[in-house]
């Protein structure tokens, strides 16, 4: 039986933000399976995880308690101390640059999905339509900001410098930006607010879903699957990352069934890595 927790606000400290002690009024797990506590946001990964617990878990021997964040810090910082067992809701890239930040020792498990990062606008409806010295918002984090702006460049909208890359980039790394963007850092669970108040902005998926945007109406610009380093991961610690309740979790996050609700519920917004 899924057993769903909360987690704090962001705006809480992150010592109390991060921690997602078990409802008192959780059902108790069925006899025989192992309890798996996995951090997540609420849009795409809580619903998938939903999945994963309502229709394939307990044939797996597993019960998840899923504790859902509204951030991307504390998910991270309830795992390295052990909260959590697993998190989905990251790509590596963002994982590798929190260890850095952060002295962890997390780790990559499996790719699960991908949701692809986009350009929203409520006031054009193409790319070419953005005007002359239009102000775009990004994520304002430094790997999902490069990321941002790596999308610009797959959109012709600017160009980078050759030697832009993640762990060093700024805004200085706009080599070429032929329409004079300007360019507003946002912290990335406002993004889809400032559309209010910019012409476009970069929103990351589970942001835009949960803000009601449409990626098939709304956006103007889209990822691409291929060759794409920021497929979201199962992410464990090190010395937990060879547990055998991480590895039947796998098995249902990359099995037929998971993809296809992906599929079905997400309507080609949200990728199974399976079908990549």
Known sequence: MRRLTLAAPAAVVLAVAACGAPSENAA????????????????PAGDILGFVDTELAADAGLDLEIVEYSDYI??????????????????????????????????????????????????????????EGAEVALPNDPTNGFRALLLLQEG??????????????????????????????????????????????????????EAGLDFREDSILLEGFEDNPYVNILAARADNADDPRIAALVELLTSAETAAFIEEEFGGSVVPATRG
């Open 28 to 43: 108790a797990p069925a006899e025989g399976t192992e309890v798996l506590t996995v951090g997540a946001t609420a849009v």
């Open 74 to 131: 504390a998910p991270n910082a309830a795992l390295a101390e052990g909260r959590l067992d697993v998190n989905l809701y990251q790509h590596e890239p963002f994982l590798l640059e929190y260890n850095e930040g952060n002295g962890t020792d997390l780790v990559a498990v499996e790719q699960v999905y991908l949701p692809p990062l986009g350009l929203y606008s409520r006031t054009v409806d193409a790319v070419d339509d953005l005007p």
């Open 156 to 209: 012709g909208l600017i160009t980078l410098s050759e030697d832009a890359d993640a762990a060093t980039f700024s805004l200085d790394d706009v080599e070429d930006n032929p329409k004079d963007l300007v360019f507003r850092e946002v912290e990335a669970a406002q993004l889809p607010r400032s559309l209010d108040d910019v012409d476009a902005a970069i929103v990351n998926n589970n942001y835009a879903q």
